[in-house]
């Protein structure tokens, strides 16, 4: 008997099995970043929220970007290559509890592998700026009882990610107690937000070991957490790490620097010359298209890859 194939959320579970495994993730936000991760070799790969408020919307991390625009973004990541797990933001859950209910219904749809659901209000910011407000502990474990439990309804694999961002505004300690409270809840991993001592770190990282429950690190350059290696973060406890940003920075410069030399000297650079349509074509699924057509008996792109 054929064997069903292996989804992302089952192989996040897999990958999470191992205690000694940490696994790393780069920030995606569009089809080429996320092809461009796949093919450089991660396990799985993570859609942020910022950057997806960025490419999609035009606008920064304000709580602008509505569940239509972050699901349709999942969905269309998460569908590149369903066995590579998809991490992705999922803010809020972008209201009460029939609202994080659509929104994990949506995700898991989707083919997610594990999304998170935050403390912040609904005009929420990004994680590493200033002046985040906090919703009181019951609004907060309703959201994630909500999600957990339409979650195990769907009876589906994928994982439930309590975030905090209470540590800003509130302390570590309530922070800390937030989380344990999402574990009794029944959520898979946690994420503390801006975590900014290795003290800290390994303190959550060894009370949710006790527990089995993977604590995810949010690694943001010139954020409230210091610059910590992959090796440190492994030693520290940390089972999940992202890198949101990562794609980012490098596409905006190198894209600046691009027009910039158009606007000066009239032609492109020789750099960009090179690198043809092709190239990003076979990247994002050339081949694999011409082999379906090809094998149905197609002739439309016969010539395409000659």
């Not at 699901?71 to 991490?87: F, Q, R, V």
């Not at 010359?273 to 694999?288: H, R, S, Y």
């Amino acid at each position: 008997m054929a064997l069903a194939p292996l989804t992302g959320a089952q192989r996040l579970r897999d990958l999470l099995k191992d205690p000694n495994h940490l696994v790393v993730l780069p920030g995606v936000f569009d089809g080429i970043t996320a092809r461009l991760a796949v093919a450089a070799g991660f396990d799985a790969i993570y859609m942020t929220g910022a950057g997806t408020s960025l490419s999609r919307l035009g606008w920064a991390d304000l709580g602008i970007a509505s569940l239509p625009d972050m699901e349709s973004n999942a969905s269309m990541i998460a569908s590149l290559h369903p066995s590579t797990p998809l991490i992705a933001d999922a803010d809020t859950g972008y209201g009460g509890p029939v609202m994080v209910s659509r929104t994990v219904a949506q995700y898991a749809r989707a083919g997610v592998a594990a999304l998170h659901i935050e403390d912040q209000v609904q005009e929420k910011r990004c994680g590493h700026l200033l002046g985040k407000i906090i919703v009181d502990r019951e609004t907060y474990y309703s959201r994630l009882r909500a999600a957990v439990a339409v979650r195990d309804q769907l009876q589906s694999k994928m994982l439930i990610i309590a975030r905090t961002d209470a540590k800003q505004a509130n302390g570590f300690d309530e922070a800390l107690k937030r989380l344990q409270d999402a574990v009794a809840i029944g959520v898979d991993a946690v994420f503390l937000e801006a975590v900014e001592t290795k003290e800290e770190a390994r303190q959550v990282c060894q009370i949710m070991k006790a527990t089995n429950t993977p604590v995810l690190l949010n690694l943001v350059p010139g954020g409230a957490t210091p610059t910590w290696t992959v090796d440190e973060a492994r030693e520290l406890g940390f089972r999940i790490m992202i890198f949101p940003g990562l794609c980012v920075a490098p596409i905006m410069r190198s894209v600046a620097a691009e027009l910039d030399h158009l606007r000066n000297t009239g032609e492109v650079s020789p750099g960009s010359a090179n690198a043809g349509v092709k190239e990003a074509f076979n990247l994002c699924g050339l081949q694999e298209c011409l082999e379906i057509d090809q094998k149905a008996g197609g002739k439309a792109y016969r010539t395409v890859g000659e």
